[in-house]
């Protein structure tokens, strides 16, 4: 059974930075590629970030581009997204996200795996 847990969500002010986590099992992790996406009430679900199978290519969306960093530790089954200079705007449910694949792919319906998310909220 696959699971996705993220943490390090919680309450930030403007101007600070945070770093989320994603625990990952079920599976062979470094097989797949990871995304992050974010998603307020009423709004579709909005992608964030993604990283390949090693590491060696990421790509953000370009709401948060210069702001935010993904990273993974295939040793530890585990991705990262790290956010500075946040935004009242980048106030959402964060989640993790694994695709079938080792491409980058930026499409949520890519996406076969999620977690239950994390909220993040950022004070002005």
């Known amino acids: 059974q696959v699971q996705l847990v993220e943490s390090g969500g919680g309450l930030v002010q403007a101007g600070g930075s945070l770093s989320l986590s994603c625990a990952a099992s079920?599976?062979?992790?470094?097989?797949?590629?990871m995304g992050w996406f974010r998603q307020n009430p009423g709004n579709d679900r909005e992608f964030v970030a993604a990283?390949?199978?090693?590491?060696?290519?990421?790509y953000n969306a370009n709401s948060v581009k210069g702001r935010a960093t993904i990273s993974r530790n295939n040793a530890k089954d585990t991705v990262y997204l790290q956010m500075s200079s946040l935004k009242p705007e980048d106030t959402a449910v964060y989640y993790c996200?694994?695709?079938?694949?080792?491409?980058?792919?930026?499409?949520?319906?890519?996406?076969?795996?999620w977690g239950q998310g994390t909220q993040v909220t950022v004070s002005s």
């Open positions: 996200s694994l695709r079938g694949g080792t491409t980058l792919v930026t499409t949520e319906s890519s996406y076969n795996y």
């Open positions: 079920g599976l062979t992790f470094r097989q797949y590629a």
């Open positions: 990283i390949r199978w090693n590491g060696g290519t990421t």
